[in-house]
């Protein structure tokens, strides 16, 4: 089944570490995204990309890299930069005319600084 | 830029009831897309049903129907025969048409509960 898929499902990170998060998808869309989820702020988009070896920051993309080497994956870097990392994240993948159909979200990481 | 509003943050409803979730934006551009997504205690994200701006009739898809109010810039769900599965967050979703809006921007998001 075609889908996407969000790796760890939970993640802890030491403060001052760098973690990376996984997001593949066999879709075979074009444009992936990554949001991050709090509580009582709605979803806030960090990145995306709508094309292989091309991304655009979002709204909050401080202290966040992402790469897109390949059209299925599009992994997210938590530096050590980010102030305030602990969240819900979310990758989600779309059709190039993303508003046909919306986006197709994958099940989320909880990342947790300790 | 884009903003969605949604002014509730909690409700509750009664099963078999029916309920309306509210949401407004503001945007200058005259052809754009809404969406209602819902996301139950799972956390996956599920996408309910969607609006075409250029399109005066109001969606629907089984007990989830619109009132999409371009003017006032309005775009409330309604769901009818309320379901314990319905149980969830809803966030309300903006996409805009042209350059550089053509990315999903969400509202804070309600939690729906539906009491047995």
């Known amino acids: 089944d075609g889908g996407i898929t969000q790796s760890p499902k939970y993640l802890f990170r030491k403060e001052g570490q760098n973690v990376t998060l996984s997001c593949e998808q066999n879709?075979?869309?074009?444009?992936m995204y990554w949001y991050r989820q709090d509580p009582g702020q709605g979803l806030r988009l960090i990145y995306y990309?709508?094309?292989?070896?091309?991304?655009q920051k979002g709204d909050i993309a401080e202290g966040y890299s992402v790469s897109r080497e390949k059209k299925e994956s599009f992994p997210l870097t938590v530096t050590s930069a980010q102030k305030n990392p602990t969240a819900f994240y979310l990758c989600?993948?779309?059709?190039?005319?993303?508003?046909?159909?919306?986006?197709?979200f994958g099940s989320g990481t909880r990342l947790t600084v300790v | 830029a884009q903003t969605v509003t949604q002014s509730q943050p909690e409700m509750s409803v009664q099963e078999a009831e029916t309920v309306t979730l509210s949401c407004t934006y503001d945007?200058?551009?005259?052809?754009?897309?809404l969406f209602w997504y819902k996301q139950p205690p799972s956390r996956q994200m599920i996408l309910v049903i969607r609006?075409?701006?250029?399109?005066?009739q109001n969606a629907t898809e089984n007990r989830f129907s619109v009132n999409f109010q371009k003017a006032a810039k309005s775009f409330s769900l309604k769901i009818s025969d309320s379901q314990l599965g319905d149980t969830a967050m809803y966030f309300c979703?903006?996409?805009?048409?042209?350059?550089?809006?053509?990315?999903?921007?969400f509202g804070k998001g309600m939690k729906l509960t539906v009491n047995p």
């Open positions: 989600a993948s779309s059709i190039v005319t993303g508003h046909l159909h919306g986006y197709t």
């Open positions: 879709l075979n869309h074009d444009a």
């Open positions: 990309s709508q094309i292989v070896n091309d991304f």
């Open positions: 945007t200058s551009e005259s052809n754009y897309y």
């Open positions: 609006q075409e701006a250029y399109k005066q």
């Open positions: 979703a903006f996409m805009g048409e042209k350059g550089g809006s053509e990315k999903l921007v």
